[in-house]
């Protein structure tokens, strides 16, 4: 049914229920002028009704989720993603604007325009591996309709930090009767890096040309390999 209703008496057309652009934007019917003593004697008139718009609806963005993942070592200025969102109404009602409400302390930028996000400042993962980041977007009616969405980043590692050693200096005490495979110590590196990046293989660099000693390439332990005589290596 229509959502107008004619007064019999005045003519007068006025609303009955809610309207909405975005749902139907024009409407056409007739309307009937009889005389009340004759009803054979009768007009029609058609009325056609277009809808202006009102701003009434916020952007909306088109997706539910954002989420990207970055390389740490990613070059300031590179494009990480692009936000986009639609309204529904019409002119300047419809003109879409982005910003963000958290930039991670500028750590990203945002295009005003085209809601393209670039970063705009050097990642260390080790430091932060993710953000957060809020954006608005907003149209250009009155009165102003925004609505927010959250854009995720992950920091995604690379190989960019050395294995660092527990300790500066590891000493051990070894009788020289001590067996073949007797445990001597055991060394441990850390990285800052995760995943593959992070795993240590231990090697023997210098000070061994004897072969007396081997490591394991995982664990760090040293072990004997060859029988020592105090008194030819004292």
Known sequence: SLPFVIDQQTGLLTTRALIDREKKSSYYF???????????????????????????????????????????????????????????????????????????????????????????????????????????????????????????????????????FTRTLYEAVLFENATIGSEVTSILATSKDIGINAHITYTITSGNDDNFFSIHPSSGIISLSKPLDYESVK
């Open 30 to 164: 007739h309307a009937l002028a009889h005389d009340n003593l004759n009803r054979e004697w009768f007009c029609t008139s058609s009325i056609k009704i277009l809808l202006s718009d009102v701003n009434d609806n916020p952007p909306a963005f088109t997706e539910n989720e954002y989420m990207v993942n970055v390389p740490e070592d990613s070059k300031p200025g590179i494009i990480v993603g692009k936000v986009h969102a639609i309204d529904p109404d019409l002119g300047i009602n419809r003109q879409v604007r982005y910003s963000f409400i958290d930039s991670a302390e500028n750590t990203f930028i945002i295009d005003n325009k085209t809601g393209i996000i670039r970063l705009n400042k050097p990642l260390d993962r080790e430091t932060i591996d993710s953000f957060n980041l809020t954006v608005s977007a907003f149209d250009s009616g009155t009165p102003l309709l925004s609505s927010t969405k959250l854009f995720m980043v992950k920091v995604q590692d690379v190989n960019d930090n050395a294995p660092e």
